[in-house]
């Protein structure tokens, strides 16, 4: 059988796109992102600078004056972002008390196992019969900040971001970098770079080379603005929700100092549009297959084959273990679904108990009338017996 050259008549399947953009549109999108990092590092008002809303209230200026946090906790921010009828569902975990101890053993720890536990919860809704319905807080990238000293990465960032990268996109963002001078922050960044790769730590890179089944096209000025992404890494970051008068007439957001304004969405002061292209404009997706296809399935096939892989350890193999329940907020929060639990169940005894009453007072009622009813009866029968005696 051959097939004529000629182009073919449209039949329709060219608004496949169309009609799959309109699912999307109607159903918007999820996106879990967490931020790691000491505290005092601007991780707060970088958030809000972000999504260009006060998303998270900053802490209080005495917060010195309160004991410092023994463990680490995590801490679930969610919002509804909309832009142009598309909707999107923001969750942002924070995770104070982080590095903040002079012991910092194992400060990582809520934190990969919050990542795992999210995994998991996802797999084992995968498992139940009706899967109508799924909770999905896997994280899907992690920002995590490093404190601008000039000098290197510390022990425990270097451990923590080796055990996030093996589990979650793990992009590394220097905090505050107008705290160094132009020379000093390329420098800065060069040792990262190479600490990174000498502990062969996996952080997150745009992909230079599409399929052609990919949302973008592959164009020049695509792959020219990935390379310029992977270029700038780690991201030289600024945060700020002031805005300030940049000298044109044109209000901005930056920090004033006596030397000058220095602009957040400015490339040439820092890297700010850069993550945010990254995050929100040209990779949002990428992120979310990758943490689908990659690190899900990954956590899912090691659980499944119940061994991890000789040369990357820190993959978990067991179930994990449920740790978070001994975070305050966490306990709080199964308290409260408790307490729910309880008064539904206390509820529905007393509704039951109060339906069997009714139906014990009905039951009581029916009989009465029917002994009523009864008496009649006999009633009448004695005054026809009366009757039919006085005919005779």
Partial sequence: MTVDSAPLPSIGIANLPNQRYRIVSEHGGSFTIMMCGESGLGKTTFINTLFQTSLKHADSHGKRHQPVKRTVEIDILRALLEEKNF???????????FGDNVNNNKAWQPIVDFIDDQHDSFMRQEQQPFRDVKY???????????????????????ETMKRISTRA???????????????EL??????IRQVIEAQEIRIFTPPLNRDEGSVLSQDAAAMEHARQLIESMPFAVIGSEEKYDNGSGSLVAGRRYPWGLVEVENDLHCDFRKLRSLLLRTNLLDLILTTEEIHYETYRRLRLEGHAEENDPAFPVRAPARKLSHNPRYKE???SLKKYFTDQVKAEEQRFRQWEQNIVNESIRLNGDLEDMQNKVKKLEEQVRKLQLQKR
């Fill in 136 to 158: 999905d807080l896997r994280v899907h990238a992690v920002l995590y900040f490093i404190r601008p000293t000039g000098h290197g990465l510390k022990p425990l960032d270097i």
């Fill in 186 to 191: 390329q420098s800065f960044k060069l040792r």
């Fill in 87 to 97: 909707t999107l569902r923001v969750n942002v975990i924070d995770t104070p008390g």
């Fill in 169 to 183: 996109n793990l992009i590394p963002v220097i905090a505050k970098s107008d705290t160094l001078s132009a020379s």
């Fill in 333 to 335: 929060e199964e308290n």
